[in-house]
């Protein structure tokens, strides 16, 4: 039986549905009782530093974590459940750590996107029953802005590099903690929990390439998902946003059962987005949080939803915030939620005000769960002018030019999946959600979507070097090919695609064999 500790915050679920799924028990506790009787204990952390230490405190929950680990039983402390074992964090000034591991936790300077999110390798620094079963060239999965830095190298077991070389798992005794996220990293996390539950005779080290480890370029299957006519719960597909064909909602297969044939194919990160949620109210729609508790129980790489994150009322007058809905999924199973047509709306009263109100969904989420658990999806159209003064929005120049011969356009910011536009440009929309807390952000492409005529690349690019948070190019993938022109042509770290892979036209499998010789992808 394992001890799993939930203070409140984080997908707790992904890391019970992975140990479960090895044949082990798991019982959550959330008191200190429980904790100082444990035999194995997990701390899976995922948000924010500040408010971690403040429920921890909270709860009396201080004393006896730290009496557990100074009483060497074994323990299994994940990303934020790493960091808290430090003396502190410069996400949280003045808030103390739990202060077992000598040493800091610091923001990454770097020249690259933050927060470090995706697949990376590992530089092994010490043999360790932990690495049991693992060849060396696997990727694992890191979702975090914030790296510990170990006063005692003893305690370093692997290190992986993004800008600089960070310490990615720490061990001391039986005390194990890693930074990337072994219930989401596939085959090889699965490996890792099983090898904590059930320590293997040796110590290994296993072999692993020179060189620095590298972030994988991530390859998503995006499920856009919305009930049909007959009120099922489908995965459909638009063309330009358009779901319809001949009247009715398109529907290419079943959420659940596409969500782990494309894990099975090697998907990297799975997005559904709830297409209809700006309507529906996502937590009234018990349907599509029961499809991420399902899909989380045997997928294990990261789970992103999106579809209805806003404050809402229902028709009792009972008001919902944006942050309860996000709850709502992040208890599901769910990794990181996309806000679409709200995160519109926040940008243009902060437009309005120059200033953040800290209550808007972005803040509040970020707050809460942290800075990568909150994508902005953007969904945004061309719109041609003949010269970049007739609008105050952000212009570019194009290659493709308008109907009219316009060389020169911008991207404007739609609500609703597409059915309104607003006066604000894409650019700004994600910059705007960059200062609020977004963690990453979601490009799609009206004038794409479904078209397979390959990805914008003058608006990724536009985003792209517009902000310092991560952008996944989304809408027009329709060849191999086009993975490796948005991959070598702008700064996006990951490539979403929906109808060829729903469609079987190109397995997930064949674009990361086209691409492996070229970019950096997990095999
Ligand atoms: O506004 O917060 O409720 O969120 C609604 C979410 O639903 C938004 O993220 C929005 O992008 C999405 N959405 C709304 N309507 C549609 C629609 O298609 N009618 N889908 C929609 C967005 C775009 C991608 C698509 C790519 C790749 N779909 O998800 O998967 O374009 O497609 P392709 O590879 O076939 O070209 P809120």
Redesign the pocket.
């Known amino acids: 039986m394992i001890t799993l500790l939930d203070y409140g915050a984080g997908n707790v679920r992904s890391v019970i549905n992975a140990i479960e799924s090895l044949g082990e028990t798991v019982k959550v506790v959330t008191g200190g009782e429980d904790i100082l009787s444990a035999e194995k204990l997990v701390f899976p952390g995922v948000g924010a530093f500040g408010n971690m230490m403040h429920i921890l405190h909270e709860k009396k929950i201080v004393e006896p974590l730290l009496t557990y680990l100074g009483s060497d039983r074994p323990f299994l402390g994940i990303c934020l459940g790493l960091q808290a074992l430090f003396d502190y964090s410069e996400e949280a000034s003045g808030t103390k750590g739990l202060g077992f591991i000598p040493g800091a936790v610091k923001r990454f300077c770097i020249d690259l996107s933050v927060p470090h999110i995706g697949w990376n390798g590992l530089n092994y620094k010490q043999p360790s029953r932990f690495f049991a079963g693992l060849q060396g060239s696997e990727k694992l999965y890191f979702v975090h802005s914030y790296h510990v830095v170990a006063e005692d190298p003893e305690v370093i077991l692997t290190t992986t590099d993004y800008g600089c070389e960070f310490v990615s798992s720490i061990q001391k005794g039986n005390i194990i903690a890693t930074q990337f996220h072994p219930e989401k990293s596939g085959r090889a996390g699965l490996r890792l929990l099983q090898n904590f539950l059930e320590p293997p005779a040796q110590a290994v080290s296993p072999g692993q390439a020179a060189g620095e480890t590298r972030l994988a370029k991530r390859i998503i299957a995006?499920l856009?998902v919305r009930s049909n006519d007959q009120g099922d719960l489908v995965v459909t597909?638009?063309d330009q946003?358009?779901?319809r064909e001949g009247g009715n909602v398109r529907n290419l297969g079943q959420p659940v059962e596409l969500a782990r044939r494309y894990y099975q194919e090697g998907a990297d990160e799975i997005?559904f987005?709830?297409?209809?949620?700006?309507r529906d109210f996502p937590l009234e729609d018990m349907p599509m949080l029961e499809i991420l508790r399902q899909t989380s129980r045997n997928v294990f790489v990261p789970l992103a939803i999106?579809?209805?994150?806003?404050d809402y009322t229902d028709k009792d007058g009972r008001q919902y915030s944006a942050l309860e809905v996000a709850a709502g999924y992040f208890r599901s199973g769910a990794d990181k939620v996309?806000?679409?047509?709200?995160?519109v709306l926040i940008a243009e009263d902060y437009l309005k005000t120059g200033r953040p109100t800290g209550r808007s969904a972005i803040e509040e989420i970020a707050r809460v769960y942290g800075n990568q658990a909150v994508v902005v999806?953007i969904?945004p159209r061309r719109v041609y002018v003949k010269a970049p003064a007739e609008v105050k929005h952000a212009v570019i120049e194009t290659n493709l030019p308008g109907p009219g011969g316009e060389r020169y356009c911008w991207y404007q910011c739609t609500?609703?999946?597409?059915r309104e536009g607003r006066d604000l440009d894409a650019v700004t929309l994600a910059q705007v959600c960059e200062r609020l807390g977004a963690g990453e952000i979601?490009l799609?492409?009206i004038d794409?979507?479904?078209?397979?005529l390959g990805f914008d690349l003058e608006l990724i690019n536009a985003v792209a070097t517009a902000v310092s948070i991560p952008v996944i190019a989304?809408?027009?993938?329709g060849k191999v090919e086009h993975f490796h022109e948005v991959f070598t042509a702008t700064g996006a770290e990951s490539a979403?695609?929906?109808?060829?892979f729903h469609r079987r036209e190109i397995p997930i499998g064949d674009v990361k064999k086209y691409l492996a010789d070229k970019v950096e992808t997990r095999l």
Not at 415 to 418: R, V
Not at 448 to 452: A, E, H, L, M, V
């Open positions: 995006c856009d597909k638009g946003y358009d779901v997005t987005l709830n297409i209809t949620g700006f999106g579809g209805g994150i806003r996309s806000i679409g047509s709200d995160a999806s969904d609500i609703k999946g597409g979601l799609n492409c794409r979507d479904g078209t397979n989304s809408s027009g993938a979403l695609a929906a109808g060829i």
